[in-house]
Structure formats: C-alpha cells, structure tokens
T-cell receptor
Framework: GDSVTQMEGPVTLSEEAFLTINCTYT??????LFWYVQYPGEGLQLLLK?????DKGSNKGFEATYRKETTSFHLEKGSVQVSDSAVYFC????????????FGAGTILRVKS | DGGITQSPKYLFRKEGQNVTLSCEQN?????MYWYRQDPGQGLRLIYY???????QKGDIAEGYSVSREKKESFPLTVTSAQKNPTAFYLC???????????FGSGTRLTVV
C-alpha cells in the first residue's frame, strides 16, 4: 500500500539556520502531497501542498517540490526561527484509496536562539 | 468562521467504560476521518466516512465504533474492547482530498 517515510528527528538547529526535512513516498497512483505542522497540544495545520509532479508548494517561508522521478517531497526553509519549533508531518492522499491521508512518523524540529 | 470542533479537550475513562468523542464541522465537507496519535508516532486511521450513513474501517478500527447520521457530525466511541485507548484523537474533514484536510484541535483520552 501507499506509504510515507520521513527523516527521523529530533532535528536541532540554531536560529537562522537552513532547514531540510526529507520525505519520500511510495504510491501506485498519482497522490497529492502535503506537509502538516503540529504545535504542542494542538491539532494539525496544513503548511503546504502539491497536487501534481513538479508543483512547488510554499507558505510562511517553507517550500517543497513534488519530485515524481525521485518520489520525494522534501521540506525546506532558508532561515528558521524559534517559533518554527514543532512536529512536521509529511503525508499523501490518493483518490484510489478514498482520499485517506497517509502520514509519515513525523519529525520534531527544535530551534535554539 | 468555519472549522472543526472536537470535544471534550480532555477525557478520562475508567476500565470497562465506553466513551464518545464528539466531532462537528461546519465546512460542508463530505468526508470525515478519525486518527489516533501516540507519543512519538505518526497518525493512524481509525475510521472514515465519505458520505452520510456510510463509513469504512481504517487501519486500527478494532475496539472503536462510529456513526454518520448527519453530514456535520462524526462521533467516535471508544469501547471497552479497546485495550489501550490512552492516546490523542484527531478528527479531520475534506471536501476533496487534493484541496487539503482540516483538523480539529484534538481530544486527549486517558484511562484511569
């Protein structure tokens, strides 16, 4: 079945450092890809999405490009802030599977001032 | 403002007791989902519903039950058959998967 693999954390960075969180997926169809962010004790918020190959999703300085050839959707940010500290989830959904969201295990990001 | 409301925020269950978690949305979304989140783990799908009066089991449905009598509501019952129910439960909805999903703020269930 469809699956998502993302890099293990925690990832600890200093403020203004460059961030990359790797995400790769396995899917038989043409899924939509998402990054969600979860702050402590809260639900998930959609950070960005891409619905087809070569699409770039972006929001709040975060970017990710849908790479079909490498089945990847890596999350990047040029300069992280302390307020970016959270858990980041990569996910996919496909119509073939009732649009269910399939999540990676999540990556904890800690940004130090 | 449109959104998803989960209640209660915290819930305590005694051994052998059934409890029901509420999920209400006013987004006019057709599809609704229940996920379970355990510490340090990703989200696992419990049940989902794509239309009123219809629902399907997810990956970990055992010990849970749901109903979908109204488009806006998708309550989850954690039964006594669920042996390890302590977790964070998240409800989500979507109009169509490619547009993204809206999540509620979650219910933290603890067995006492």
């Amino acid at each position: 079945g469809d699956s998502v693999t993302q890099m293990e954390g925690p990832v600890t960075l200093s403020e203004e450092a460059f961030l990359t969180i790797n995400c790769t997926y396995t899917a038989t169809g043409y899924p939509s890809l998402f990054w969600y962010v979860q702050y402590p004790g809260e639900g998930l918020q959609l950070l960005l999405k891409a619905t087809k190959a070569d699409d770039k999703g972006s929001n709040k300085g975060f970017e990710a490009t849908y790479r079909k050839e490498t089945t990847s959707f890596h999350l990047e940010k040029g300069s992280v802030q302390v307020s970016d500290s959270a858990v980041y989830f990569c996910a996919l959904s496909a119509m073939e599977y009732g649009n269910k969201l399939v999540f990676g295990a999540g990556t904890i990001l800690r940004v130090k001032s | 403002d449109g959104g998803i409301t989960q209640s209660p925020k915290y819930l305590f269950r005694k051994e052998g007791q059934n409890v029901t978690l509420s999920c209400e949305q006013n987004l006019n979304h057709d599809a609704m989902y229940w996920y379970r989140q355990d510490p340090g783990q990703g989200l696992r799908l419990i049940y989902y519903s794509q239309i009123v009066n219809d629902f399907q089991k997810g990956d970990i449905a055992e010990g849970y039950s749901v109903s979908r009598e109204k488009k806006e509501s998708f309550p989850l019952t954690v039964t006594s058959a669920q042996k390890n129910p302590t977790a964070f439960y998240l409800c989500a909805s979507t109009l169509a998967g490619a547009y993204g999903y809206t999540f509620g703020s979650g219910t933290r269930l603890t067995v006492v």
